[in-house]
């Protein structure tokens, strides 16, 4: 879609895919910068003020993503009308809660539930807090305290697969493989832990994979074939 915009200006913290692929990037206060509202899943408005003030800043702090749009509205001669956080917050109250029909609950056929066999595990796993997000680019102090990747895995598991803690544990699917060291971890039987977003270009990039997959795990030597099927 990016592709058809004539003209594309981007407001951000970091570089990303966006960035390179904008005319313009202007730069705006980060949250912890500005004050602002959040609105949760259920149309609740929750006003927050900036955590950090101006006068605690080591630099000075960029615009917020409000005043910005303002700025760039009133070149294009469109009359937004909200100049400040205490006219937009106005606005909102104004505009009131949403009272129209609500959304249907989705509709979907559960699939059939994974049977990894000996060699075989369901694939867990979460982004942990610091990793290769772009939040961190430029920031080689915060960078290096991320934690080092490691694939987790129940002692049963781990036996099984022939694999001790502290190997290096292969993990493949369809579209590739990811090796880890292992930390063998109190958890279910048959299910492997990783990182999703820690090593190479995340864990479904470099295996096709998500979780809830069907993966094959082994010694990162004798790692095999991709898992089988599961049919329905």
């Not at 592709?3 to 390179?20: D, K, N, Y």
């Not at 369809?174 to 492997?192: F, H, N, Q, W, Y």
Request: charged residues 25%.
């Amino acid at each position: 879609a990016l592709e058809a915009v004539g003209f594309l200006v981007s407001l951000e913290l970091r570089p990303s895919e966006i960035t390179e692929r904008a005319d313009v990037v202007l730069p705006v206060a980060a949250v912890a910068e500005k004050a602002g509202t959040f609105l949760n899943w259920e149309g609740r408005v929750r006003f927050f003020e900036a955590a950090l003030k101006p006068e605690q800043m080591t630099r000075r702090v960029a615009p917020t993503d409000a005043r910005v749009l303002q700025m760039l509205a009133d070149a294009m001669d469109v009359h937004l009308g909200l100049p400040d956080l205490r006219t937009t917050r106005a606005e909102l109250d104004r505009l009131g809660a949403w009272d129209g029909p609500k959304a249907s609950e989705p509709h979907e056929t559960a699939g059939p539930l994974p049977r990894p066999a000996a060699g075989e595990a369901v694939l867990a796993g979460h982004r942990l807090l610091l990793d290769q997000g772009v939040l961190q680019e430029g920031d080689e102090a915060l960078a290096g305290t991320r934690h080092a990747a490691h694939a987790r895995l129940s002692a049963a598991t781990a036996a099984e697969a022939g694999i001790g803690n502290g190997d290096l544990l292969a993990v493949t699917s369809s579209a590739g493989t990811v090796e880890l060291p292992l930390r063998i971890t109190e958890m279910p039987d048959r299910v492997v832990w990783l990182p999703l977003n820690s090593v190479g270009g995340g864990v479904a990039s470099d295996t096709g994979a998500l979780p809830g997959s069907l993966v094959r795990i082994g010694p990162a030597a004798t790692a095999g074939e991709a898992p089988k099927e599961v049919e329905a």
